[in-house]
């Protein structure tokens, strides 16, 4: 007999579950994954992917790296020209554009 646990304790064959619980909480753990995790990143990745399909010339836009400029230029090759003030202009993957400002904002600033 052991000092801490009982003869009864330590004899006593460990408990076992339904096998069809198991496979119930496995379920419901991977819907909620799929609801909280999966589903809202899917529906992000949709928005920014038609606000990348919607860039137009002339649209003032906000890159992640936090330039604000006019769109100039839409190559098919995915990359944007962006106009900083009437001299300066960059080339940015058009990936890196985190939203379409309203017109009118680059004045504002």
Do not use: C, W
Not at 23 to 41: E, S
């Amino acid at each position: 007999m052991s000092l801490f646990i009982s003869d009864a304790v330590a004899t006593a064959a460990p408990a076992q579950g339904s096998p069809y619980f198991t496979v119930l909480m496995l379920v419901v753990f991977g819907l909620i994954f799929y609801f909280m995790i999966l589903r809202p990143q899917q529906k992000r990745a949709k928005e920014h992917k038609k606000l990348m399909d919607s860039i137009t010339k002339g649209d003032e836009v906000l890159t992640t790296g936090g330039l604000v400029g006019r769109v100039t230029k839409v190559a098919e090759t995915g990359y944007v020209s962006i106009a900083l003030n009437e001299t300066t202009e960059v080339v940015v993957k058009r990936d890196f554009v985190a939203a379409v400002l309203p017109k009118g904002s680059m004045k504002a600033l």
